[in-house]
C-alpha cells in the first residue's frame, strides 16, 4: 500500500520546485467526466516491503496466529469504514457498502486462509510472505482473463492483501481527509476505499498511474462527480507539489503547469460544461419524444444496485439492462435464492415502479467467477464456450436460483427476465420449462411471487439469433438487441485487442442489416424490442433507431439526457426517410456521410 509524504516546507523567498517548469501534457484514461483545476497535492508513496523468511517448525502455530490476528484487526477497520459510510447519501454510501462487503468476503475467503496456512505449516513461510504470495496467486487468477472488468478484481484483492500486509507490517494508512479546497490528487495509487471518503467539495479531481475504467474507484469517482484520469504514465515523476494543474476526465489528459492561454480555455469550458449541465438536468422529467409525436422509453443499464440513484437522477424511465453478474464474483460461494431475492428487490423497489429487466447470468469462459470454477473447464475460445445461457442450462440450480429470485422480486414491482447469448428456440424452450417449474414449486410453498408471470425475453447478440429472429420471437415475450456482442461477433474481432480494435464497427452494413433484421421481426409480431449496447447511447445514431422503429433504449445513465435531448430536436418521419437511404448502401463511408448529413440537416430544422 501506499503511503503519503508531506509536503517539504519551503524557505523563506524559495520558489516552488514547478517555477519555470513550463506546461507539460500527459495522456490517460479519462474515467470520470469534467474538469478540475487546482493546485497538485501529491501522495508520493513507498513500497510496503515485505519480508521474506523461514520460520521454525515449533513456531509455525504462534505465526498462523500472526495472520488470524491481522485479519480480524482487518475486519475492525472495514467496520470503521462503514461507520464513516454512514454519513454518506445515495449511490456513495451503496456503492461503498457493496465494496466493503465484497472486502470483508475476500478476508473470509476459505481459499486466502487454506492457502495461507499451507504456506505457513508445510513450507514455514512468515506470514507476511505467505500473505504476499497467496494474494498474488489469487490477483493472478483475476489478471489473466480476456475481460476489463473482471480483470479489475485482481487490484481489489491485492488491496485486501495490502490492507492484512499493513497489519503484520504495522504500517499505518494516510488518507486524503484534511486537503486544502479544491486539491487536485496526484497519486500512484487511489484505493476505492479512498474515494468513496473523499470530499467533492474539497477534491477537485485526480489523476493516477495505476487504475482502470472497470474498477471500483472509477466506479466511484463517477458516483461522486469527481474528475479522474487513470492510467498517467510518469505522472509523480513529473509533477511536483503544489503545482498547477488541469484533470481533463473527458479527454483523459492531465496538463501540468498549464500556460494562462491554455488555463483560459479551460475556465471557459468548464463555463460552459456547467452551463450544458444544467441544462440537460432540466430535460429529466420532460418525455423523450420526436418533434412530430414519436414517444421513445429511456432506460438504464445496471451494473451495480448503487446505481439506482443515479439512474433516477439521469431520468431513467426503468432498467433496460441489470447485469447480475456482481452477485457472484470476489466470493467462493455460490449466492443462494434469497440472498439474491433481497438484492434484487433492493433494485426493484428502488426504481420505484419503473421496470426492471433482470438479465440471467453471463459468465463463463472469459468471465471468471470463482465459486462457479467446478463448473468451469478450460476453453480454447472463450468468447465461443460454456457461457450465459449455456452454462445456466448445464448448471440447472444455477438458472433456477436466479429465476425464483426475479419471481419473487417482482412482487415489489414490474420485472422482466432476460436471456443472454440466446442462439436457438430450443434454449427458450428449455428455459421457459424452468420457469414454469419453479413458479409451480414457489406456488405450492406459498411464496409470494410477480402475478402475472414476468415477460421472457432474448437477447440478440448472435448473428445466428438475428437472422433466426422471425423464431425466436414466438417463443419470447421481447428482444433486447446487445450490439456490444453482436458488433464482436459479427465482425470477427476483439475490440479489447489494439491490434484490431480499429474493425470494431457500429456501422458495418452488415451490422446494420442484423439490427434492423431483428427488430423488424419482433414489430411485426407485435412484440417490444430494445437496444442495449453502447450504439443506444450514443446520440449519432438515434436517428436509425427511431427509423427503424425501435421505441425502447438502454444505456449508461449519463447518457440519457444526450439522448433525450438529441431525440426531442428529430423529425420521425424524417428518420425513416434516412433509414430507407441507409439500408440500400453496401459500405461503411457511405454510411456515415449519410448519418453526417441527416445530422446537419435535422440541425437546420432546429
Not at 469550458?269 to 444544467?278: G, H, M, S, V
Not at 428482444?479 to 475490440?495: K, P, Q, W
Amino acid at each position: 500500500m501506499k503511503t503519503e509524504r508531506k509536503q517539504p516546507k519551503r524557505g523563506p523567498g524559495r520558489p516552488p520546485s514547478w517555477a519555470g517548469s513550463g506546461e507539460r501534457v500527459l495522456r490517460g484514461l479519462g474515467v470520470a467526466p469534467g474538469i478540475a483545476i487546482g493546485a497538485a497535492y501529491l501522495a508520493r508513496g513507498t513500497e510496503l516491503r515485505v519480508p521474506q523468511y523461514q520460520v521454525p517448525a515449533r513456531h509455525t502455530k504462534t505465526e498462523f496466529g500472526r495472520y488470524e490476528t491481522a485479519i480480524r484487526q482487518a475486519m475492525r477497520q472495514l467496520d470503521k469504514l462503514r461507520a464513516k459510510a454512514e454519513d454518506f447519501h445515495g449511490a456513495s454510501a451503496e456503492e461503498l457498502g457493496f465494496l466493503l462487503e465484497a472486502h470483508g468476503q475476500m478476508l473470509r475467503s476459505g481459499r486466502l486462509r487454506e492457502g495461507v496456512q499451507r504456506r505457513i505449516f508445510e513450507q514455514r513461510d512468515n506470514a507476511e510472505h505467505a500473505v504476499s504470495a497467496e494474494i498474488e496467486a489469487i490477483a493472478a487468477a483475476f489478471g489473466s482473463v480476456e475481460d476489463d472488468y473482471l480483470a479489475a478484481r485482481a487490484d481489489e484483492v491485492r488491496q485486501v492483501g495490502h490492507r492484512i500486509l499493513r497489519n503484520l507490517t504495522e504500517r499505518t494508512f494516510s488518507s486524503f481527509a484534511e486537503l486544502p479546497a479544491g486539491s487536485v490528487i496526484l497519486a500512484e495509487e487511489v484505493t476505492p476505499a479512498d474515494t468513496a471518503l473523499m470530499d467533492p467539495t474539497r477534491v477537485g479531481g485526480f489523476a493516477s498511474v495505476l487504475g482502470g475504467a472497470e474498477g471500483h474507484t472509477a466506479i466511484m469517482a463517477r458516483s461522486l462527480g469527481i474528475p479522474a484520469v487513470l492510467g498517467v504514465a510518469d505522472l509523480l515523476a513529473q509533477a511536483a507539489q503544489g503545482q498547477p494543474v488541469i484533470v481533463d476526465g473527458d479527454q483523459g489528459l492531465v496538463v501540468l503547469s498549464p500556460t494562462k492561454r491554455r488555463l483560459e480555455s479551460y475556465r471557459k469550458r468548464l463555463t460552459r460544461q456547467q452551463a450544458e449541465n444544467q441544462s440537460l438536468g432540466r430535460l429529466r422529467d420532460l418525455p423523450a419524444e420526436t418533434r412530430d409525436g414519436c414517444r421513445m422509453t429511456l432506460q438504464a443499464n445496471l451494473e451495480l444496485p448503487s446505481e439506482v440513484g443515479p439512474a433516477l437522477a439521469a431520468g431513467a424511465e426503468g432498467v433496460g439492462l441489470l447485469r447480475t453478474e456482481f452477485l457472484f464474483m470476489n466470493r467462493d460461494d455460490l449466492p443462494d435464492e434469497d440472498e439474491q431475492t433481497e438484492v434484487l428487490t433492493r433494485v426493484v423497489e428502488g426504481m420505484d415502479g419503473r421496470p426492471v429487466t433482470v438479465r440471467t447470468l453471463d459468465v463463463g469462459g472469459e468471465k471468471l467467477a470463482t465459486a462457479l470454477g467446478p463448473h468451469l473447464g478450460a476453453s480454447a475460445n472463450p468468447a465461443l464456450g460454456l457461457r450465459a445461457i449455456r452454462l445456466s442450462l448445464r448448471v440447472p440450480e444455477l438458472l433456477e436460483a436466479q429465476l425464483a429470485a426475479s419471481l419473487r422480486a417482482g412482487v415489489a414491482g414490474p420485472v422482466r427476465i432476460l436471456l443472454p447469448m440466446v442462439s436457438s428456440v430450443e434454449e427458450v424452450r428449455a428455459v421457459r420449462a424452468v420457469l414454469q417449474r419453479v413458479e409451480a414449486r414457489l406456488r405450492r410453498r406459498g411464496v409470494p411471487i410477480a402475478s402475472p408471470t414476468p415477460p421472457l425475453g432474448a437477447m440478440i447478440e448472435i448473428p445466428g439469433a438475428a437472422l433466426a429472429a422471425d423464431a425466436l420471437i414466438r417463443e419470447v415475450d421481447f428482444f433486447a438487441i446487445g450490439t456490444n456482442d453482436l458488433i464482436m461477433y459479427t465482425l470477427a474481432i476483439d475490440r479489447g485487442d489494439e491490434r484490431v480494435a480499429y474493425l470494431y464497427d457500429p456501422v458495418h452494413p452488415a451490422v446494420l442489416r442484423l439490427i434492423h433484421f431483428a427488430a423488424d421481426a419482433a414489430l411485426r409480431a407485435g412484440k417490444p424490442v430494445s437496444v442495449c449496447g453502447e450504439m443506444a447511447g450514443d446520440p449519432r445514431y438515434a436517428g436509425l433507431f427511431v427509423g427503424w422503429g425501435i421505441r425502447e433504449l438502454s444505456m449508461r445513465a449519463p447518457a440519457i439526457p444526450q439522448v433525450k435531448r438529441r431525440l426531442r430536436a428529430m423529425d420521425c418521419r424524417a428518420a425513416s426517410r434516412f433509414v430507407s437511404s441507409v439500408m440500400l448502401e453496401s459500405d461503411r463511408a457511405a454510411v456515415t456521410r449519410l448519418l453526417d448529413s441527416f445530422e446537419q440537416s435535422e440541425a437546420r430544422r432546429r
